[in-house]
């Protein structure tokens, strides 16, 4: 199956505009022709690469759309407010008249006011469009986790209401659809994981990720070989790894690569990450940049040794490190893994490109010669 691109549709639908023939035919496009979640991943991750209006647009619509394979019944909201209707992004509401207004965040170039998506509540409750604050919630879905965001989080917190505000970014937003759809989480299970105890929830859709996932390999045990051992045993074949690098409310996904890959030559493995045992000297590893694609590539120049290294900012979390060489970072210039792209890796031989892909992606693993140079565009 060849998808269209975001560029594409918007080209053909027209400019999206509040109450337009073109904001109309976006919409009933995604509701009749966008079934695959991985394709849905793919038109946001292109919303996210681009910028204007029109993609900040169809990344709300796309957004919104979401809900309805979370099980919910979603309502469109207004592209942009007036004095009369200052709007909403979007509802989605369940049988038992348990609503979510959406408020979509592409960037976070200007600060969040929580009292905006409040008032907006306020006024829905108000015209009687759904219930009381007991059975609402509202919702901040991101374009990325950015340290910028922990403003908000704060500002949830001291005004007290995490019982009825919530922040989540659309990467964890696209994995809790994908675990939805694949696996057997009611629509009861997401509303509860739509109401944890803090309000940015991308932790426990990340758990969620993690236990669902099976890993590659047996489950990590001591290493057999002493750290520090330099020489790859004569014979051993070159293994080929792609590792997921996410952003953090403290740093971007990128800042991390340049951090840790570009400036240190390091890189760290948590206990469980899939790979640590099995990863050589002289393997090549490369850097995908969550949402965004492949940023970088090197080689292994060591193996992963538990210890502390003081630029890496969680090493308790991650506390096998290991040394690399020959970095090579293109962070401006990322490898996109669209649905073009997967067509021509032998991951996905006999597989729909657009149907779910994130598999790829969401952990370390090892990956083929051809596909990994396809990955760093090596010729």
């Not at 592209?79 to 038992?96: A, E, L, Q, V």
Request: glycine fraction near 8%; include cysteine.
């Amino acid at each position: 199956m060849t998808a269209l691109s975001i560029s594409t549709i918007l080209g053909l639908v027209g400019d999206l505009k509040d109450n337009d023939p073109a904001q109309i035919r976006f919409r009933g496009y995604l509701e009749k022709e966008v079934n695959d979640v991985g394709l849905l991943r793919d038109f946001i991750n292109e919303c996210l690469a681009n910028t204007g209006d029109q993609y900040n647009f169809a990344f709300q619509d796309l957004v919104v759309y979401l809900g309805k394979f979370l099980g919910f019944k979603c309502e469109y909201g207004r592209y942009r407010g007036t004095k009369d209707d200052p709007g909403h992004d979007g509802i989605w509401s369940t049988h038992d008249e348990f609503s979510v207004v959406v408020e979509v965040k592409k960037t976070e170039a200007y600060a969040i006011s929580i009292g905006t998506l409040v008032g907006y509540i306020d006024r829905l409750i108000s015209d009687r469009i759904i219930g009381s604050w007991d059975s609402a919630l509202g919702l901040y879905v991101v374009g990325k986790l950015e340290p910028e965001l922990k403003h908000l989080e704060n500002a949830i917190v001291a005004q007290k209401r995490t019982n009825q505000l919530r922040v989540v970014s659309a990467e964890a937003l696209m994995s809790l659809v994908e675990i939805a759809n694949e696996f057997e989480v009611s629509h009861d299970d997401i509303i509860a994981i739509l109401k944890p105890a803090k309000p940015i929830i991308d932790p426990t859709i990340d758990l969620l990720t993690r236990v669902v996932q099976p890993p590659d390999e047996p489950p990590p045990q001591a290493p057999v070989v002493p750290p520090g051992v330099a020489e790859k045993p004569t014979g051993e074949v070159t293994q080929y790894w792609i590792t997921p690098v996410k952003s953090t409310d403290v740093e971007t996904a990128e800042e991390c690569i340049k951090r840790l890959v570009g400036e240190e030559r390091i890189y760290a493995f948590g206990e469980k990450t899939p790979g640590r045992v099995s990863i050589k000297i002289d393997d090549k590893i490369c850097f995908y940049a969550t949402g965004n694609g492949v940023v970088g590539h090197a080689g292994v120049a060591s193996l992963p040794e538990r210890k502390h290294h003081p630029k890496v900012k969680d090493p308790d979390k991650y506390p096998w490190i290991f040394k690399l060489k020959d970095v090579q970072l293109y962070l401006d210039k990322p490898t996109v893994i669209d649905a073009p792209f997967r067509a021509n890796l032998e991951a996905f031989k006999n597989k729909n490109v657009v149907g779910r892909w994130a598999w790829f992606v969401q952990g370390t693993h090892r990956v083929t010669v051809d596909d990994f140079k396809l990955l760093t565009r090596i010729v």
